[in-house]
């Protein structure tokens, strides 16, 4: 039947295929352009320890913030890790993609190659040095929610294939970003629809996009 699937899957296909797509970068870049590798892998470190599900210390205090902990509400606790870990696996993969679709582009025998090169050195430090980062993932979740409130259905194969697509989303308009930086900026802040450089905006923003999430889907986790 269409709503038979296995939770399992889903939640193993998220991880598998952000490593799929981290592979697929790391062959692109090596080949056109070596030189941003470093960069790439700091980003993925980077977005490991500033993920909910990868940071403890973040998932606890959202959490906390909706008076759930570990002990005394132990369905609902893992039911949020499932979500969220399914949630930055495909965030992770859009922005590793849309680095990686650019990157495709590059010919060393440009004259411009090095600019072009210079633009994913620059955004990837835009990101963790700018604290830019905590606003494209606050957006991402809050798109994210918009996308399920769309559906009529609420289950966990719903809430992956709006992942999925979301994911494509992100990666499609980093790809349009690098491809002119300065005068794309302002289009990638309006596809996201937010602006913010404050982590407590931040909390805030996943806070509230996670009480919409669990409305959804509690009832099919208890």
Wanted: aromatic share 14%; hydrophobic share 35%; glycine share 2%.
């Amino acid at each position: 039947m269409e709503d038979k699937y296995d939770p399992k899957e889903i939640i193993k296909n998220s991880y598998k295929y952000l490593n799929q797509t981290i592979e697929e970068a790391w062959n692109v870049l090596s080949k056109n352009a070596p030189a941003t590798l470093r960069s790439l892998d700091s980003l993925i470190k980077f977005m490991k320890k500033k993920t909910v599900s990868y940071n403890n210390a973040l998932f606890n205090y959202v959490e906390a913030k909706s008076w759930i902990d570990e002990k005394h509400n132990k369905n609902e606790y893992y039911a949020d890790r499932i979500l969220w870990y399914i949630l930055d696996n495909y965030f992770m993969a859009g922005m590793v993609k849309g680095i990686s679709e650019y990157a495709k582009k590059l010919d060393p025998k440009e004259s411009d190659y090095y600019k072009k090169v210079n633009h994913i050195t620059g955004f990837i430090n835009y990101l963790i040095d700018l604290g830019e980062f905590s606003t494209i993932y606050a957006a991402f979740t809050e798109k994210t929610t918009e996308e399920l409130k769309s559906k009529g259905k609420k289950s966990l194969k719903d809430y992956n294939n709006a992942l999925q697509k979301m994911s494509d989303y992100l990666a499609n308009i980093v790809e349009n970003l690098l491809e002119d930086p300065i005068k794309n900026r302002k289009q990638f802040y309006k596809s996201l629809e937010t602006r913010s450089n404050y982590i407590s905006k931040l909390i805030e923003l996943l806070y509230e996009a996670s009480k919409k999430i669990k409305n959804i889907f509690y009832h099919r986790y208890n």
